[in-house]
């Protein structure tokens, strides 16, 4: 395993113990809302904190991009590394002590992400990816699902919920795709979606307007477990655009030509 991704296991576990800890009395916990339905509470920051301080003294000099502390050079700033970190993708989830949320922690060079951990720390379930080197839940070698058409296949995503003016272009897309497909899914933590897709669980995923630390593990636990990701135009962008497509090869094309089919609504998303 490359050290670099036994540093961020260790950091997502660090992380995870503070939420585990949190998740046992939630009426206590400070929330914040950035903005309408965006909510920062206590236990993001201690974690993010937490996992920031793991990843800093294994490596001083790598950039970070953090949801909750934005984006700082490393010790030097010159690394062309940077880590890209979300303490706790699902936090709505986790205020209503719905157990759908997990921590993302992945490592770019450049515009390339290279290591990926997603943890669940409900079911104690760990993702990871080195690329070039498969992907793997908690030992278990991933690979994407072997269906090959729609209408076979479970679709996951996420209803806009922060900027709404997308919102009747989704439910267009939304509304084929629930007859196209055998079902749809919204469980609420897109990384937790994306390591679906890489174990088979899911087929398919599709979303607009997520953040990098959204999408940066998830994307590398796809693409090793034998999948394809891309932005609403079949290009390699989501990272930069937020709107990501993904799933098993064969589903992957049929999902992005029903996306396609809306393109123009779509790609203004």
Do not use: C
């Not at 995870?16 to 916990?29: E, F, G, K, P």
């Not at 951990?117 to 992907?135: C, H, I, M, Q, Y």
């Not at 922060?162 to 009747?168: L, T």
């Not at 899914?185 to 990098?212: K, M, Q």
């Amino acid at each position: 395993m490359h050290p670099a991704l036994n540093i961020a296991i260790k950091a997502a576990r660090r992380a995870s113990q503070i939420i585990n800890r949190a998740s046992v009395d939630l009426s206590h916990i400070q929330i914040v809302s950035k903005q309408p339905n965006d909510f920062v509470t206590e236990v993001d920051k201690a974690a993010e904190a937490a996992i920031i301080e793991v990843l800093r003294d294994a490596y001083p000099d790598f950039g970070i991009l953090a949801e909750e502390s934005g984006q700082t050079p490393g010790q030097g700033g010159g690394s062309e590394y940077q880590w890209i970190i979300d303490p706790l993708d699902g936090t709505t989830n986790f205020i209503h002590g719905f157990p759908q949320y997990a921590i993302s922690i992945a490592l770019a060079k450049g515009s390339q992400i290279e290591q990926a951990v997603v943890f669940d720390p409900n079911r104690n379930e760990l993702f990871t990816a080195s690329k070039g080197a498969g992907a793997f839940m908690n030992d278990r070698r991933l690979r994407v699902s072997k269906r090959i058409h729609l209408n076979d296949a479970l679709i996951g995503t996420g209803f806009p919920y922060r900027a709404f003016e997308h919102a009747d272009a989704y439910l267009t897309i939304f509304s084929e795709l629930t007859r196209k497909t055998s079902g749809m899914r919204r469980p609420g933590a897109a990384a937790l979606d994306l390591a679906y897709v890489a174990a088979g669980r899911l087929d398919g995923f599709w979303e607009f307007g997520l953040a990098p630390w959204d999408m940066a593990a998830g994307s590398l636990l796809i693409s090793e477990a034998g999948g394809l990701v891309s932005d609403l135009a079949g290009e390699a962008g989501y990272l930069d655009t937020g709107n990501v497509v993904a799933g098993a090869p064969k589903i992957f094309g049929q999902l992005l030509q029903v996306i396609q089919s809306h393109r123009t609504a779509a790609l203004q998303a």
